[in-house]
């Protein structure tokens, strides 16, 4: 086929599929994808049959043309008494109800138009039910009737998106209990053809594509699977205990109530339910304002997904009970689009501009709608479609419909009602519809969000557990194990590499600093706790001089440098790890000094001075500093800095703590005094600014350098400076994005430095070029929770922080409930927020980690020593399709060999061209000679095993799935040996 945009761009999968495949069932289309499918006939492939002569009829699986994946299936006919056919059976039953959805594309090899039919049958039979096709040069044709070939509808293609240069989408939707079939084509919204005829049997049981008409000759199709979208399900609770306690619904696992005057009511209740035995119901009795019952359910702003609810008017009230569900952005009441029964006998769909226009109405007698029993509501959306539907009852069809470009269909929040402003005696009951199974796995079970990448036959380099690293060439993958049955005693590097995976491991008090990935960096399962070894003298905290290699300042947990500011940089993923009681005070303490007192002279606000005699002499310069521990007056124990600009030497020193962002220490009054304690000199000037992960790491190539986007889900991080320091692109070290899911970040209370580090910083305010908005950072936060430090407000733990711009525009953080959560403006590209986590131990606060850390340390699948994967979400894991083995020197000619070349002498170095997640990549040699070999120690590499004689030699190359050799394919190699 010619080359047109729609091949292989299938990026937006929403524009794949009418949004509204909800309640029936998904009838399966195949990909043609090997190790399923191999190229040539289709006929007994996996249940297909075909009428393939080989001469005049084909049906073939090909790699010449492909929607997804990389193969299709090709009818051709050249046969003027019949056309080419294929046909299965997509589940062995007849489907009453259903969707069936198909990628066509006519061959732009032949000369004219490809006609093209799908027939859906009975099982067993070839008698048509009802077909589609294109059945002249400019028209499609959906038939049916008592004997499947009367036509029912027809449209001209000019007047329709398709494209007979292109590839097409086309989804089927028919049920035969309503007598309905209708055809959507290229994921638009609204059907190009559909039909209500009730003599047609709307039942699928067999498909068979045909290509061509009985008389045509030069006829060629490509058939191919349209990739089904994963529906995201804004979740909404069951209302059971012990989650939900039987009475007022207000603070209850995150709702909050809005207009609850008396006698209004909104309890969480066991009078009704639809699935278990609780539920929620809200009264209106109020003349004016009617109650209202809202919750976000995870902080962020959906730009697509479903909303399901099932809903029951209150029997007991004397007539109809009005209800109306908005969807607002997180933190804002104002609606986008909002749904209502708006009348007894209508529900109505508004949006808009300002969320409160008529888009849809329906006459609830021409539904299924019951006032009388409990209803289920399903609401699709998406943005990028400007589109919506609602299904009512699990039926196939939806009710309302719209694709008003004018509303935002965006849902950040759910907001509940009962009633108008001026009702009473209405009552709602609203209840789940049993969501299991259907959020993302990882949402539901211990498996992690995200696969690791594939991996081309990796290095595995098991680390000593003493400084240790390691540089990779730039293009191969690697795995890195840490030990598994010791703590490690150092610091760690892992220098370049293509695709790294690091696994598993305690660091002890240490870190891992990885730098110049060209493709990715995946550390899964480590632990460290910083706190640990940490020298203490009479409870006060003392860092000593750390580093990774002579003269590092570093003492963070986790590092990561990225290529260049001129290159994509990697992709940075972090799951279940856990990296606590970071921390930096002061850098290259000298010995300790024996103290002989400190005394409070002067407190001005946050700031204060003291007189340190020490009992013997010393020298200090200006920004020198001493941290004073071990006194009998613990108030007086701290970090300060000699200020003079003359350099002293004594044994007496003024010296100054200015500290405006934390509060003065407990107990501290002029004229306090400690005795006795011990003094620890810093004579380089500054503290040690330590980071539970940063990007600005150790500059490896020589260059400022930039990350991709960086992916965290399940972490645990506590620093007394930042948990996460990232700067924004086009900063001279920064990243392009940052997605956090279920993190919790503390301040520690090790030594705290002298300024309020924040503890989520993302971005600066001083770019030499770009922005936010332009060349920025786009940030989703989901269930992303902070503890500050003690006394610390919400904002003062975040950067940008109060008061924060950038050339003029504000970017400063804003609360709309008090400083419980925070959110950024829009032109920080900030999706979702930050929570204040309550607990002592900086816990989150979503259910089922209130009393536990996200990386779990007490689990199953806890970080650290002997960790043991718990697997990924079946979501994230992508199927392993390999179209090619390629090489350096490349395998498209013969390779040319000296006969003197030794042993180990490098042939050619392998790679393979695939596409999915989650796997490894074995490479084999097959060689009768037995002169070439695949490098022990690096197993891309084709070497020379023996001595060489003159001649040419066909070698056999083998790329396989690790855990299924099935899945494989083979590349011939031809290896000429010469004379030198």
């Known amino acids: 086929m010619k080359e047109t945009p729609l091949l292989g761009l299938i990026i937006l999968l929403w524009l794949q599929l009418p949004i509204w495949a909800y309640g029936q069932s998904q009838i399966p289309f195949v990909g043609f994808e090997p190790p399923t499918f191999i190229t040539g006939e289709i006929d007994s492939q996996s249940g297909w049959s075909s009428n393939d002569t080989g001469a005049t009829t084909d049906a073939l699986v090909t790699s010449s043309e492909a929607y997804t994946g990389n193969q299709s299936l090709l009818l051709s006919d050249d046969d003027s008494t019949l056309s080419s056919k294929a046909w299965y059976e997509p589940t062995g039953n007849n489907e009453t109800a259903g969707q069936f959805d198909i990628a066509i594309g ?411 990935q060209t493709e990715s960096i995946f550390i899964e399962g480590i632990k460290s706790d910083h706190a640990l070894m940490l020298p203490i003298v009479n409870g006060v905290p003392v860092e000593l001089y750390e580093t990774k290699t002579a003269g590092s300042m570093e003492h963070d947990g986790l590092m990561v440098s990225g290529l260049s500011d001129s290159e994509p940089g990697q992709d940075v993923y972090i799951q279940n790890c856990s990296i606590k009681g970071v921390h930096g005070t002061a850098y290259r303490h000298s010995a300790a000094i024996e103290a002989l007192s400190i005394v409070c002279t002067s407190i001005t606000g946050d700031a204060y001075t003291v007189t340190l005699t020490l009992n013997e002499s010393i020298t200090m310069a200006q920004n020198d500093w001493i941290i004073v521990g071990a006194t009998d007056n613990a108030s007086l124990s701290g970090q300060y800095k000699y200020t003079s600009s003359t350099p002293t030497t004594g044994s007496v020193f003024t010296l100054s703590r200015a500290d405006p962002f934390n509060p003065l220490p407990t107990g501290l009054y002029v004229g306090a005094t400690g005795y006795g304690g011990y003094g620890w000199r810093n004579a380089v000037g500054g503290s040690l600014h330590a980071d539970a992960f940063q990007t600005l790491a150790n500059n490896y190539l020589g260059e400022y350098t930039m990350l991709n986007y960086a992916y965290f889900y399940r972490v645990s991080l506590s620093s007394n400076a930042e948990c996460f320091l990232g700067l924004n692109q086009y900063d001279t070290q920064g990243m392009r994005g940052l997605v956090m899911t279920r993190v919790n970040m503390s301040v520690n209370d090790i030594w705290p430095q002298n300024y309020d580090s924040q503890s989520l910083y993302i971005g600066t305010t001083d770019q030499s070029s770009g922005g936010w908005g332009s060349e920025g950072m786009p940030v989703t936060l989901d269930r992303v929770y902070i503890k500050p430090r003690e006394n610390r407000r919400l904002d003062a733990a975040v950067y940008p922080g109060a008061g924060t711009t950038r050339y003029g525009n504000n970017v400063s953080p804003f609360t709309t409930d008090g400083w419980e959560s925070l959110e950024w403006p829009s032109i920080m590209e900030a999706s979702g927020k930050v929570t204040l986590s309550t607990s002592p131990d900086g816990y989150p606060g979503e259910s089922g980690f209130t009393d536990r850390d996200y990386a779990d340390l007490t689990g199953t699948y806890a970080p650290g020593l002997n960790y043991v994967s718990p697997g990924y979400s079946s979501d994230s894991i992508e199927p392993l399709v390999m179209s090619d083995i390629i090489g350096s020197p490349a395998l498209t000619s013969t390779i040319v060999i000296p006969s003197d070349a030794a042993a180990g002498t490098l042939v050619s170095r392998l790679d393979v061209e695939f596409s999915g997640r989650g796997h490894i990549i074995n490479l084999d040699l097959t060689d009768a000679s037995g002169q070439f070999e695949m490098d022990p120690d690096n197993k891309r590499n084709i070497v020379v095993a023996s001595s060489l004689g003159l001649g040419t030699y066909q070698v056999t190359s083998t790329a396989s799935e690790d855990g299924n050799s099935s899945n494989q394919i083979t590349r011939q190699i031809t290896i000429q040996v010469v004379a030198p």
């Not at 150092?490 to 660091?507: F, K, Q, W």
């Open 106 to 516: 006519e061959d732009q090899n032949t000369a004219g138009r490809d006609y093209w039919t799908i027939i859906f049958s009975d099982t067993g039979s070839n008698s048509p039910n009802f077909r589609l096709g294109l059945s002249s040069a400019t028209t499609l044709t959906l038939y049916g009737g008592p004997t499947g070939y009367v036509a029912l509808a027809s449209v001209d293609t000019t007047t329709t998106s398709y494209d007979p240069a292109a590839w097409n989408t086309f989804s089927i939707v028919f049920d035969e209990s309503t007598n309905q079939g209708s055809v959507y084509l290229n994921g638009e919204t609204s059907p190009i053809l559909s039909s209500s005829d009730t003599s047609t049997d709307w039942i699928l049981g067999r498909c068979i594509l045909n290509a061509g008409w009985s008389t045509f000759t030069n006829i060629a199709v490509f058939f191919d699977e349209i990739s089904t979208p994963t529906q995201t399900i804004i979740p909404l609770p069951n209302f059971e205990a012990p989650t939900y306690a039987s009475g007022a619904l207000d603070g209850q696992d995150g709702w909050t109530l809005q207009y609850l005057n008396a006698p209004s009511q909104a309890l969480v209740s066991s009078n009704d339910s639809y699935l278990g035995s609780q539920s929620i119901f809200l009264r209106d009795d109020d003349s004016t304002r009617n109650p209202r019952a809202w919750r976000e359910p995870t902080g962020s702003n959906y730009n697509s997904g479903s909303f399901d609810v099932a809903l029951r008017e209150d029997p007991s009230t004397t007539g109809r009970d009005y209800w109306s569900i908005l969807f607002s952005d997180a933190g804002s009441t104002a609606p986008n689009f909002w749904l209502a029964l708006s009348s007894s006998t209508s529900i109505t769909l508004y949006g808009g501009t300002t969320g409160y226009s008529a888009l849809a109405t329906v006459d609830t007698s021409t539904t299924s709608y019951d006032p009388d029993t409990w209803n289920t509501l399903s609401v699709q959306f998406s943005e990028d479609n400007n589109a919506v539907a609602v299904y009512l009852n699990e039926e196939s069809f939806p009710i309302l419909t719209s694709t008003d470009t004018s509303t935002d269909w965006i849902l950040g929040r759910y907001t509940l009602a009962a009633g108008w402003s001026t009702m009473t005696d209405i009552a709602v009951y609203y209840d789940d519809t049993d969501g299991s199974g259907i959020l993302p796995e990882w949402e539901t079970t211990e498996k992690l969000r995200y696969a690791p990448p594939t991996l081309v036959a990796p290095t595995v380099w098991e680390t000593p557990v003493g400084y240790a690293a390691e540089t990779f060439p730039e293009d191969e993958d690697a795995i890195v194990q840490l030990p598994i049955n010791t703590v490690r005693t150092h610091n760690m590097a892992i220098y370049s590499g293509r695709n790294v995976r690091v696994i598993g491991g305690d660091l002890g008090s240490y870190y891992i600093a990885a730098d110049g």
